[in-house]
């Protein structure tokens, strides 16, 4: 069946860096897009981050320049980088695949566990 598992989630001081991975297991991973979503106590989940399978990239207009996403298809993972982080980053990351690029989360077939990030000022 297919995994998803994130690792690398911790607590930073703001303005630090963290890095994110995803290990995918039982799909085709190089045919997959992949996307990274948050979710923070109290709010709705939102999409932070996402690369096609051919390696276009998409991110919300908050991490912009400051996030970098990642794909290894040898390796069947995918990485999130972080830096510049901010109290206002603080949430459970998780990585998703479909398919297709969405920016929707309900749209998403597979999810991981989820890795807890959490920036402090």
């Known amino acids: 069946q297919v995994q998803l598992v994130e690792s690398g989630g911790g607590l930073v001081q703001a303005g630090g860096s963290l890095r994110l991975s995803c290990a995918a297991s039982g799909l085709t991973f190089r045919s997959y897009a992949m996307g990274w979503f948050r979710q923070a106590p109290g709010k709705e989940r939102e999409v932070v981050a996402g690369?096609?399978?051919?390696?276009?990239?998409y991110y919300v207009d908050s991490v912009k320049g400051r996030f970098t996403i990642s794909r290894d298809n040898a390796k069947n993972t995918m990485y999130l980088q972080m830096n510049s982080l901010k109290p206002e980053d603080t949430a459970v990351y998780y990585c998703?695949?479909?398919?297709?690029?969405?920016?929707?989360?309900?749209?998403?077939?597979?999810w991981g566990q989820g890795t807890q990030v959490t920036v402090s000022s």
């Open positions: 690369i096609r399978w051919a390696g276009s990239t």
């Open positions: 998703a695949a479909r398919p297709t690029w969405s920016t929707r989360y309900w749209e998403y077939d597979y």
